[in-house]
């Protein structure tokens, strides 16, 4: 049975790995040449879900670790969400400056 911590972080991982690939595949992205830290990101976030499973067999397992590793985890989900959030403004930002692109862009 999958634990609420490992679903949570799982969601969050897909949520995230999904948008930055988007993102990198942007031609803005390419202009930025950061698609080898967002590769290296994504990395790090499959490392976080393997962490997540062990983490939340912790909670299950209870007792005082269970409780701390509880805690931890509300602070990873408040976490993610704030990078959710950032997310959310650099896809707005992006977008926006492709529609003045497009907006000052003459037509031949």
Request: charged letters at 30%; proline letters at 1%; aromatic letters at 4%.
């Amino acid at each position: 049975m999958v634990g609420v911590g490992e679903m949570i972080v799982s969601a969050v991982v897909k949520q995230i790995a999904s948008r930055l690939i988007k993102i990198v595949g942007d031609e803005i992205a390419l202009h930025w040449k950061f698609k080898g830290e967002v590769d290296k990101m994504m990395q790090k976030m499959k490392d976080l879900a393997a962490m997540m499973h062990d983490a939340d067999n912790k909670v299950s397992q209870g007792g005082e670790v269970g409780k701390e590793v509880g805690r931890w985890l509300l602070k990873l989900k408040s976490v993610a969400y704030d990078l959710e959030d950032l997310l959310d403004d650099l896809d707005t930002k992006n977008n926006e400056a492709k529609v003045r692109l497009l907006a000052y862009t003459p037509t031949l």
